[in-house]
Each structure stands twice: as structure tokens, then as C-alpha cells.
Nanobody, 116 residues
Framework: QVQLVESGGGLVQPGGSLRLSCAASGFTASRYAMNWYRQAPGKERELVATITSADGSTNYADSVMGRFTISEDNAKNTVYLQMNSLMPEDTAVYYC?????????WGQGTKVTVSS
């Protein structure tokens, strides 16, 4: 059964850090482009970061460049999003997505709240 399970969300103060995890099962994540998206209340879902194992490339939204880092552990079939210097505008539900030429899978999301 194909599944993506996000974890690591929670409440953090501005300036703090969180690490989100996306555990894949039923397929090999390294064969897919892995993405982190987020959706803030009342806003559209936006792409935050992408990692492609084939060439090791990563890409980030301008709003998180220099603060967020996407990485993957192929042995654990897991993708991470390290988030530093968090700001209130980073508050959102964060989703993991796996994409190939033929398939696309989404996780259920994990909520991140940045507030003092």
C-alpha cells in the first residue's frame, strides 16, 4: 500500500526551528521527485521545496530560501524539511508529495504554528 506520512509539526516560537519528516511506504521515494507544499488558512497550497535524487538537485520557494533545507535518507525512505528562523507567516499545514511521470502521491499533512 502506497503511503506518505508526515510528522514533526507543532507549535514553535518565532525564530525557532522544526524538522518535518515524510516517511514513504509502498514505493521507493528516491525514484520520485519529492516535494514539500504548505497551505496557510485562506490561501492556496504553495510549493515550498523539491528534491530530486536522480541528480541531487534541490529547489526552494523564495520565501523560504536560506531558512529551510530539504533532504532525504534513502535507507529510511524518508524525506525531511529542516525549518529554521521560523516566522509567523510560515504557519500552515505542510504536505509531502511524491511525483513521477506516471504517479503522484500526497500525505495527509502536518500542522505548523509559529506564534509567541
Amino acid at each position: 500500500q502506497v503511503q506518505l506520512v508526515e510528522s514533526g509539526g507543532g507549535l514553535v516560537q518565532p525564530g525557532g526551528s522544526l524538522r518535518l519528516s515524510c516517511a514513504a511506504s509502498g514505493f521507493t521515494a528516491s525514484r520520485y521527485a519529492m516535494n514539500w507544499y504548505r497551505q496557510a488558512p485562506g490561501k492556496e497550497r504553495e510549493l515550498v521545496a523539491t528534491i530530486t535524487s536522480a541528480d541531487g538537485s534541490t529547489n526552494y520557494a523564495d520565501s523560504v530560501m536560506g531558512r529551510f533545507t530539504i533532504s532525504e535518507d534513502n535507507a529510511k525512505n524518508t524525506v525531511y524539511l529542516q525549518m529554521n528562523s521560523l516566522m509567523p507567516e510560515d504557519t500552515a499545514v505542510y504536505y509531502c508529495k511524491a511525483r513521477s511521470m506516471l504517479n503522484e502521491y500526497w500525505g495527509q499533512g502536518t500542522k505548523v504554528t509559529v506564534s509567541s
